[in-house]
């Protein structure tokens, strides 16, 4: 006899109980765990990670024909620095912060310790199906955490990895996979996490937020949008192109903090074009996408949504300046530049996610700027151009998650720095002692002397004496 559907959801909803409910104790033991105890764990799991290199790569040409080198540097070793950055400071990040006490309250102590928030979701999306799953899970095993791990439906090869590489670390009561589509996604989204940590869609994002609300669960949402890319006449045209062609054909342009649309200033316009005309037929070798070295869009829907942006595009007048070649059921997608592009058109109102970059020439820094502030605020923006006035106007001018000044997209991979959204594009942040601090309850600890404590000096009754000290409160402290 065939499953009915009820059974099927009877029977995943008693499996993600069981592990939730078992994570809840487990939980309470970790929050006595060491920094050796926790280390130790990503240390083993840096092993396991390092044993399934070519299991890894394998799986993501499988989902969706990512070169062996693209997973080495964008998944791969992504998770790895985060692991060996991690394990070097983890110690310094938690180390309890003794505070300053207010003259008020002499005689007490005080100090934060940073204590594990206890049962975690991380929801990771299939276009950097290993980094974002794992990456997350860096710092909630380091903050000492429990871990229910969601991955995309759409990376099944890289998914059966994943599972395989946990389920020799950790117990599935300390960290599991669960697979699924959106029935499992939302089941999980029912339950009282101690924190969520979302990586997706602003749309979804927004559902996540909402989902979690009802169980007052806190949430770090690594979200997307159109990321600008400003280059201004002073900027190094060779040096622009081969850095833009680089950040945006990454993973044929299914990165959430890739240049989505360039904004050219019309004195250096022809000589860009020119310049990414020639990068990208070294880069990629051909125009004809059976050809080009780089990976196929994640499935047939989302290429059919990027030709049809696309199409949306060339019929409004945009010109097809390279590229524009779509194959294999519009999956394999050349590398493409547009021309001639609208404010009206598709390609500008929404996230492309794919390997078509437009253009937009402007005349002042003034014109970009406004462009930029006429849209929901990005992930990421780009700047090149090497006069510091110019760069501090459009830092000072225009909102984002993230910023780099001519480069793009390898602040991600920088575990010094914070990486999270502003607005539309998320919020909370992640990576190194950020990522740490997101999946840690801050908590704060007040020790009071008992032979003399300053705070009985606030207690009734109310004598003339401490009518003096409530009159001074007010006026000097």
Known sequence: MSTTAEE??????K???????????????????????????LKKLEKQILHFQEEIKQALYRDFQKPAEETEISETWVVLAEIRHTCKNLKK??????????????????????????????????????NLALGPLVSAVAAGNTCIIKPSEFTPSTNVVIKEIISRVFDKAEVAVIEGEVPETQYLLSLPFDHIFFTGSPAVGKIVMEAAAKNLTGVTLELGGKSPTIIHKDAKIKDSAEKIVFGKFLNAGQTCVAPD??????????ELIEALKRTIKEKFH???????????????????????????????????????NFSNNDITISPTLLDSVSEDMRIMGEEIFGPLLPIIEYDDLKNAAEIINSKPKPLALYYFGNTSKDQKFIIQSCQSGTTAINDCVIQFTNTEIPFGGIGNSGFGNGHGYWGVRAFSHERPILKQNTIFPSSSLLHPPYNSFKRFVSKMLVKYF
Do not use: M
């Open 8 to 13: 099927t959801k009877a029977g995943f909803e």
């Open 15 to 41: 499996e993600i109980s069981t592990i939730f409910e078992d994570q809840l104790a487990v939980s309470r033991q970790l929050r006595k765990s060491t920094v050796k105890d926790r280390i130790r764990k």
């Open 93 to 130: 990040w938690l180390r309890p912060q003794k505070v300053d006490t207010p003259l008020p309250l002499l005689g007490s102590t005080s100090e934060v310790i940073f204590e594990p928030k206890g049962r975690t979701l991380i929801i990771s999306p299939w276009n950097y199906p290993f």
């Open 261 to 270: 649309y360039l904004l050219v200033h019309k004195d250096i316009k022809n």
């Open 286 to 324: 051909s125009d004809d996408p059976e050809t080009t070295p780089y990976c196929n869009i994640i499935n047939q829907k989302n290429g059919e949504r990027i030709k049809d942006i696309f199409q949306d595009a060339v019929d409004k007048g945009a010109k097809v300046i390279s590229g524009g």
